[in-house]
Structure formats: C-alpha cells, structure tokens
C-alpha cells in the first residue's frame, strides 16, 4: 500500500453540495419573486412618468430573477441524474466554472450551447 496515495475528492460529495446550494439560491429568487409587489397604473401627472420608470425597473429585475429562476430548475434536474458533468460532452466541469456560476450544465468550451442543448 502506498500511503502518499489519496482517494481524490468525491465528485459526489461536491455534487451534493453543489445542488444544495443551487436549491438555496433557487428559494432566495422565489421568495423574493413572491415579495414584489406589481405597481399599479393608478399614478397621475408627473407621477405617471416616475410610475412608469419605477414599473420598468421593476419588471427588469423580475425578468431577470425569473431568467436565473428558469437556468438553476434546469441545473437541478441535470445534476441530480449527471452530476458536474457537461451537457454536451460529458467531460467533468471545471472547477474555475462551477465557481463563476454552480449552474453551470456544460464545460468551458461547450458553455456558448448552455442554453440551446437539449437535456
Ligand atoms: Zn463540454
């Protein structure tokens, strides 16, 4: 038996760690999606224009929970069956990109067909 020898870090581990953490994020988004309320079209005068910029930024910021709402539903669904492994090629992904986004289905070079491969 070689004692320098380490079994390397479970992939599995890290898996479950990860989902975790995704299903986490996921709930922060929902409740605070549940927490905006839609501002009325009811402001007269100068208020209109402010009303209106308000509601704009608002639905900016609901647009974009709901675009990363969408992208986690979908990690999880493939990480539960595949782990960190790319959608495309099924090579493990890296490190460095699970760090910039845990959301992550598919590896560096394979990232521009995130978003259109099947899964
Ligand atoms: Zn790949």
């Known amino acids: 038996m070689n004692s320098h020898q380490e079994m ?3 992939h599995e581990t890290k898996n479950l760690r990860d989902l975790a953490d995704l299903r986490q994020e996921l709930a922060e988004i929902e409740s605070e999606l549940a927490k905006i309320v839609p501002i009325e079209a009811t402001a007269t005068g100068d208020d209109v224009a402010e009303a209106q910029e308000t509601r704009d930024q ?3 910021i609901v647009a974009t929970r709901k675009e990363r709402q969408v992208e986690i539903e979908r990690a999880l669904i493939w990480k539960a069956s595949h782990g960190n492994r790319c959608a495309v090629c099924d090579q493990t992904i890296e ?3 699970l760090e910039a986004d845990l959301a992550s289905i598919t590896c ?3 990232r ?3 978003d259109t491969v099947e899964i």
């Open 8 to 10: 390397p870090p479970s």
């Open 58 to 60: 608002q639905q900016q």
């Open 95 to 97: 490190n460095a990109r």
């Open 108 to 110: 560096i070079e394979h």
């Open 112 to 114: 521009d067909q995130e």
